[in-house]
């Protein structure tokens, strides 16, 4: 009969925050193993010392390296995965002979935890069970006294590791992240609170829950004398909630900058893909901000920098996240809306002048700077197929019902006009680009030009010409902009298509 394996979660340091569970288990296992680094100390092990008999036999199971090089042929990761696999080798001996083997891990087994690599070796040859334990997370949190995450605010935790860049755009990203992974990455992870323009709002903890807790800002930490058991938390804004029972706006410190007495709120576009198609304008203006507010995937193209807060959303709350941006301007915050594309062109300057509509935004001044829109910069591509008349109609039908497409679709193919198509299909909405082909059919002849344009400025950009008969609604998704082609768009040479902008000639 074999032994059963358990995963073990010790908390965070204080010994009084191990479960009644995981101390009747420590105290009668046969086996207890513990990981340390290279010196052999384990703070697991230290937490749990009162619990563990004299008589069991101990599993000491030390990392053969931490920050040093390794001259292993695969590098870190493979010197860890040796070792990972000589340590299940190590217990699986112990379990074969009926033995009851418990791995302490400090916090919880399953968070940042080492005792995974050994329940991904072994639980399927042993029977295993993991208790939980008071995460590091909890406990930081716990010492800084202070809420995580309020109402709808998105917890992000991130390891130190990361490089600058990408850990600045994702604690710029977020509403409150928990930093773990210290150390040596603290100088890293100071400059990438800076960059996101929260430094001020970050609070740094060390040895949560013992006695040696410290807790202090992350500015006034000497980064010489970090230890590995430590963290940074940037806690969530508070957003109580107004007199009208809407969530208050944040108002994060400004730096001294002196607002206008006018509420201003800009709307810009970013073009379609590429940083070259962002213009001059609206660079001047997202420099100048304090806010941006739109869909997340637009605000990951803006650079990071201090005191810039990045508010993103999802992309099916457009009204929302326009009145977020209006309360924005009103509490005297510089603040712009960007879209991609041009904000004007199924963008969010739409959404900003229906919300703007509520008597309490009368005064906040809204201005909509243009943009490249994905129509352009595919017809660019292709040649000049919108050098004549042209009509652009988007396939969503989330805020329209079909037969108000289908009828437009109608009249643009009877009108003989040029026609971009935006929004064609989804991963959930393939159905509007087969219906569209189909009426275009009736209405256009087969071998009508189709341009085809995905992912226009991008790295993965692609441009194709095909015919309406010959379109495959299958391959098109979300990232695709067609124009379909009227009786007087031609294929030029070296497969450009062009629009003539006469009938006469």
Known sequence: MTGHLYGVGVGPGDPELITLKAAHLIKNADVIAYHSGTAGRSIARTIADSLINEDVIEELLIYPVTTRPTDHPLGYYGAMDDFYDESAERLSKHLDVGRTVVVLAAGDPLFYSSYM?????????????????????TAAATALRTPLARHEDVLTVLPGTLPVPELARRIADTDAAAIMKLGRTFGGVREALRQAGRLADARYVERATTGEQRVMPVSEVDASAVP??????????????????????????????????????????????????ITPE????????????????????????PNLHRHPSGNTVEVE???????????????????????????MAAAVFEAAEEDCYANVEITVLPGV????????????????????????????????????LRAV??????????????????????????????LRPPKTPVVVGRHMGRDEEDLSVTTLEALDPGSIDMSCLLII?????????SGTVWTSRSYTS
């Open 228 to 277: 590995y058991f430590s963290m940074i938390v940037v806690p969530g804004r508070d957003r109580r909630l107004d007199s009208a029972g809407r969530s208050a706006v944040p108002r994060p410190m400004l730096g001294g900058v002196d607002h206008a007495e006018q509420p201003q709120l800009y709307v810009v576009g970013l073009g379609p893909g590429s940083d070259h198609w």
């Open 321 to 347: 996240r326009a009145r977020y941006a209006l309360d924005l301007a009103l509490a005297g915050e510089p603040v712009a809306v960007v879209s991609g594309g041009d904000a004007g062109i199924f963008g």
């Open 117 to 137: 690599y050994l329940h991904d070796r072994l639980s399927s040859r042993f029977p295993s069970e993991i208790v939980p334990g008071v995460t590091s997370l």
């Open 373 to 408: 829109t994905a129509a352009q910069a595919v017809a660019a591509r292709a040649g000049a197929p919108l050098g004549g008349d042209y009509a652009v109609v988007s396939l969503s039908d989330r805020l329209k019902p079909w037969s108000v497409i289908e009828r437009r």
């Open 485 to 493: 082609g009227s009786s007087l768009t031609r294929l030029g040479r």
């Open 413 to 442: 193919a009877e009108a003989d006009l040029v026609l971009a198509i935006y929004n064609p299909a989804s991963r959930t909405r393939r159905h509007p680009i087969v219906w569209a082909r189909e009426v275009l059919l009736e």
């Open 282 to 305: 609206v660079a001047a203006v997202l420099a100048g901000v304090d806010h941006v507010v739109g869909y997340g995937r637009y605000l990951d193209r803006l650079p990071v920098r």
